[in-house]
Antibody, heavy 123, light 109 residues
Framework: QLQLQQWGSGMLKPSETLSLTCAVYGGSFNTFYWSWVRQTPEKGLEWIGEINYNGIINYNPSLKSRVTMSVDRSNNQFSLSLSAVTAADTAMYYC?????????????????WGQGTQVTVSS | EIVLTQSPGTLSLSPGERATLSCKASQSLSNNFLAWYQQRPGQAPRLLIFGASIRATGIPDRFSGSGSGTDFTLTISTLEPEDFAFYYCQQYANSPPITFGQGTRLEIK
């Protein structure tokens, strides 16, 4: 059974960099895209971006200037960095298994999720 | 960016009743690339439906999805107590970005 386990900084001050990592256990890592999604009561669910085994990345244009994603193939892990955080970045952050390639089409729905990390930005 | 609008915002029903949730897209979704999720308090979202009408593994058959183009529906045929939760639609037809609807709260009447 596939499991995603995530960890990272939960309390940040404005202008700091958020860092989260998600480890994938019990399933294939190299045939999917792996995503980060955040959730706030005000904006709901917001997709941040995705990365695959080969390091191909797609970002949400609204966050692209501040987001960096990376993959660690040897440990089946992927990571998120979000720079220059503000109070607006306070949210629950989830990692999730997303896109699967079938031919040239990517089917990007999320069938496995991490447990979530609450990130709070406050001075 | 494709905007998804869900209605109603809150749906108040009783166990045993039928629930109908709507999701409307600002543009037509090619290949019916729409998914539905259920989220209970304190939990991550759970995939119910993908491809507009295909139930995910382990999802009871009281959950069904329908629709095409810009109009999609999630139907729960006979509500069980554990079905009272939040429901979200998500499109993956036009990405980036992948986008979600704002959610429908299904509450016990």
């Amino acid at each position: 059974q596939l499991q995603l386990q995530q960890w990272g900084s939960g309390m940040l001050k404005p202008s700091e960099t958020l860092s989260l990592t998600c480890a994938v256990y019990g399933g294939s890592f190299n045939t999917f895209y792996w995503s980060w999604v955040r959730q706030t009561p005000e904006k709901g669910l917001e997709w941040i971006g995705e990365i695959n085994y080969n390091g191909i990345i797609n970002y949400n244009p609204s966050l692209k200037s501040r987001v960096t994603m990376s993959v660690d193939r040897s440990n089946n892990q992927f990571s998120l960095s979000l720079s220059a955080v503000t109070a607006a970045d306070t949210a629950m952050y989830y990692c999730a298994r997303g896109g699967r390639m079938v031919g040239v089409t990517i089917y990007s729905f999320f069938d496995y999720w991490g447990q979530g990390t609450q990130v709070t930005v406050s001075s | 960016e494709i905007v998804l609008t869900q209605s109603p915002g809150t749906l108040s029903l009783s166990p045993g009743e039928r629930a109908t949730l709507s999701c409307k897209a600002s543009q037509s979704l090619s290949n019916n690339f729409l998914a539905w999720y259920q989220q209970r308090p304190g939990q991550a979202p759970r995939l119910l439906i993908f491809g507009a009408s295909i139930r995910a593994t382990g999802i009871p058959d009281r959950f069904s999805g329908s629709g095409s183009g810009t109009d999609f529906t999630l139907t729960i045929s006979t509500l069980e107590p554990e079905d009272f939760a939040f429901y979200y639609c998500q499109q993956y037809a036009n990405s980036p970005p992948i986008t979600f609807g704002q959610g429908t709260r299904l509450e016990i009447k």
